[in-house]
């Protein structure tokens, strides 16, 4: 297990489809956090997960955004109806227990709503 | 209160030269500041992180400096590289590497 592993690495749907994306984490953390990052911008918090508990939820995620991580390994984004306000790169990265230890970040999926 | 805002937007300096990377906070209650460092395509990668308990820490040729009563921190690089060019993030959190705060980003490119 080399790193954190995102899929796809990039998406191109049309306005008002529904996508998936995966993350799998690096196999001994048991923190996810999925990030937001917009052309320009610094990542922007999303949500988190400690083992399969979503812990904490931003504004930023709409109605249209889920989030889950069912066993407590790899997690699932999925975004509902599509905008082009959406578009943007989606980062998940993982953290052991002791929060003295950074985030390890994948390389994205890059999202683009047409 | 939950800004970090970071400056300057982007950088250039000769290779050798030392880039300064500027960041301020509002929130007291922030206690881990980090530094990423993002190549175009991939994910941010931690370069460096201090803790307020200290006012500097180095990790080869990066230096952070921190001053914790004008809540602002910096990020130096020693000796820099045309490898170092790269988008710089700095960010904090509270209660360790838990939701981060990133600020804007600094575009730093090292001539040759």
């Known amino acids: 297990d080399t790193g954190v592993s995102q899929d796809p690495r990039h998406k191109i749907t049309k306005r008002g489809q529904n996508v998936t994306f995966r993350c799998d984490p690096i196999?001994?953390?048991?923190?996810l956090y999925w990030y937001r990052q917009t052309l320009g911008q610094g990542p922007e918090f999303l949500t988190y997960f400690q083992n399969e508990a979503q812990l904490e939820k931003s504004r930023l995620l709409s109605d249209r955004f889920s989030a889950e991580r069912p066993k407590g390994s790899f997690s699932t984004l999925e975004i509902q109806r599509t905008e082009q306000g959406d578009s943007a790169m989606y980062l998940c990265?993982?953290?052991?227990?002791?929060?003295?230890?950074?985030?390890?970040f994948g390389s994205g999926t890059r999202l683009t709503v047409v | 209160q939950q800004q970090v805002k970071q400056s300057p937007q982007s950088l250039i300096v000769q290779k050798g030269g030392i880039p300064i990377i500027n960041c301020a906070y509002e929130n007291t209650a922030f206690d881990y500041f980090p530094w990423y460092q993002q190549f175009p395509g991939k994910g941010p990668a931690l370069l460096i992180a201090?803790?307020?308990?200290?006012s500097e820490k180095k990790e080869g040729r990066f230096t952070i400096s921190f001053n914790k009563s004008a809540k602002q921190f910096s990020l130096h690089i020693m000796d820099s590289q045309p490898g170092d060019s790269a988008t710089y993030f700095c960010a904090a959190s509270i209660g360790g590497a838990q939701k981060l705060v990133f600020g804007q980003g600094t575009r730093l490119t090292i001539n040759p």
């Open positions: 990265a993982s953290s052991p227990r002791d929060t003295s230890y950074g985030y390890t």
């Open positions: 196999s001994e953390h048991n923190r």
């Open positions: 201090i803790r307020p308990d200290v």
